[in-house]
């Protein structure tokens, strides 16, 4: 009877792990280059002395999902959506270089070139990107920042960087607990060579508003069989303790 109690506490333990998580995918269904968490439940065998006799549920994460948003054109020559498998690196909030796909970019009072959530965009030689005043500026394909000085005239185009936009497969890279994603200790991604993002336009979320609320509904009823399960267990103990208090 234990043991039947024991698999419905963890498998109900886990399944609150995993709604929190489609919860979280759900609350950043509107957010610019977000990538939707991979979530499910395992069974683990219970390690310890004695015979290998018990199994317990538990809730696990398989990275996040590779999967392409939907592409918005913006019009705002700021706006960058990256490809398959390229990364904008950043500077996170503790001075080290993490990688994003939101490119809604934005440019500070002082020039500095930021993302939407206000982490300094890195360039190619690995420094927070500044861009002087302009009258015009112009994103290319491979990331190069090209602008029009202020006052001078359209034909004078001058190249003042290029952004750092790394090649990585979604798998080899960890997302912290800020969103951000990082690379593996002691390796560092190759640069992205060739087109590598398309300036004007946007990446949304990859989440699927309807596939998640389907799964919510679907980890509710599952924690509430689980739920029931102990107190089934219950009740039944409680039959069994009875039977043997009347002998």
Not at 8 to 28: C, D, I, P, Y
Not at 43 to 70: I, N
């Amino acid at each position: 009877m234990d043991k039947s109690l024991y698999v419905a506490m963890t498998g109900a333990s886990a399944t609150l792990r995993t709604q929190a998580s489609v919860s979280h995918n759900l609350a950043n269904a509107n957010t610019v280059g977000f990538q939707a968490t991979l979530n499910g439940t395992v069974a683990v065998p219970v390690a310890g002395p004695g015979f290998a006799s018990r199994v317990a549920a538990s809730s696990r994460t398989f990275g996040v999902s590779d999967a392409g948003g939907a592409v918005t054109n913006t019009g705002n020559p700021l706006d960058v959506a990256l490809r398959q498998d390229r990364w904008l690196a950043v500077q996170d909030p503790a001075g080290g270089v993490a990688y994003t796909r939101a490119g809604d970019l934005r440019l500070t009072p002082n020039g500095m070139l930021v993302t939407g959530t206000g982490l300094p965009v890195l360039d190619a030689g690995g420094a927070p990107m500044a861009v002087p005043p302009h009258q015009s500026l112009d994103i290319g394909a491979d990331g190069t920042v090209s602008i029009v000085p202020q006052g001078q005239p359209a034909s004078t185009l001058t190249t003042v960087g290029r952004l750092n936009v790394v090649e990585a497969r979604t798998d080899a890279l960890v997302r912290g607990d800020d969103g951000l994603m990082r690379a593996a200790p002691g390796t560092t991604p190759p640069a992205a060579n060739g087109p590598s993002l398309v300036a004007g336009a946007v990446e949304g979320s990859n989440v699927d508003g309807t596939a998640m609320l389907v799964s919510m509904i679907q980890l509710s009823r599952q924690f509430e069989m689980q739920v029931r399960v102990l107190h089934t267990g219950d009740e039944n103990a409680r039959a069994a303790n009875a039977l043997l208090s009347t002998r």
